[in-house]
């Protein structure tokens, strides 16, 4: 009995969500792909960043390291 009224609902959002969709004009939804296109290439970019920066520190501090250790 539960599940029943949660597939309900869930229908619901969907048809809402897409009502939404439709009653977009192109120019919107060419806008919301270019703005999610930039969100995800600059969240990749970032990460890439991140772990490439992350491993040239590690390097330099083990240099250094190995650098203090034999003086």
Same mark, same amino acid.
């Given at each position: 009995?539960?599940?029943e009224?949660?597939?309900?609902?869930?229908? #619901? %959002?969907? #048809?809402?969500?897409?009502?939404?969709? /439709? $009653?977009? $004009?192109? #120019?919107?939804?060419?806008? &919301? +792909?270019? $703005?999610?296109?930039?969100?995800? *290439?600059? *969240? %990749?970019?970032?990460?890439?960043?991140? &772990?490439? %920066?992350?491993s &040239?520190? /590690? #390097?330099?501090?083990?240099? /250094? +390291? $190995? +650098?203090i250790?034999?003086?």
């Amino acid at each position: 009995m539960a599940e029943e009224s949660v597939s309900l609902e869930g229908s #619901k %959002t969907d #048809k809402l969500s897409m009502a939404v969709w /439709r $009653s977009m $004009s192109l #120019k919107w939804k060419i806008a &919301a +792909a270019f $703005s999610a296109m930039i969100l995800v *290439l600059g *969240l %990749t970019v970032l990460v890439i960043v991140y &772990a490439l %920066t992350g491993s &040239a520190l /590690r #390097k330099q501090i083990d240099a /250094r +390291a $190995s +650098a203090i250790a034999s003086n």
